[in-house]
Nanobody, 117 residues
Framework: QVQLVESGGGLVQPGGPLRPPCAAS????????MSWYRQAPGKQRELVAR???????NYPDSVKGRFTISRDNAKNTVYLQMNSLKAEDTAVYYC???????????WGQGTQVTVSS
């Protein structure tokens, strides 16, 4: 059974850090592209970070320099280090796993991140 379980969200003050993990199971984690997306109320879901199976990363300009994605293949876990958080980063953050050689595409249930003083 495939599972992606995000945790570590919550309320954080502007300028603060947060590092939610996403724990994966039920598939060959090391061979999947892992991504974090977010969706704010009334907005479309958007990509915030992606890491390939070989460790290559990419970010949109809105988070570049503030967010860092990393993966631990031994623990089947992907992390999103978020620094210098802003109110506009408030959203539900989702973990995604996508296979390179098939149509497999999995989503977690999301974790709420609220940036507010």
């Amino acid at each position: 059974q495939v599972q992606l379980v995000e945790s570590g969200g919550g309320l954080v003050q502007p300028g603060g850090p947060l590092r939610p993990p996403c724990a994966a199971s039920g598939f060959t984690f090391s061979s999947y592209v892992m991504s974090w997306y977010r969706q704010a109320p009334g907005k479309q879901r958007e990509l915030v970070a992606r890491i390939s199976s070989s460790g290559l990363t990419n970010y949109p300009d809105s988070v570049k320099g503030r967010f860092t994605i990393s993966r631990d293949n031994a623990k089947n876990t992907v992390y999103l280090q978020m620094n210098s958080l802003k109110a506009e980063d408030t959203a539900v953050y989702y973990c995604n796993a996508r296979a390179v050689l098939s149509q497999n595409d999995y989503w977690g249930q999301g974790t709420q991140v609220t940036v507010s003083s």
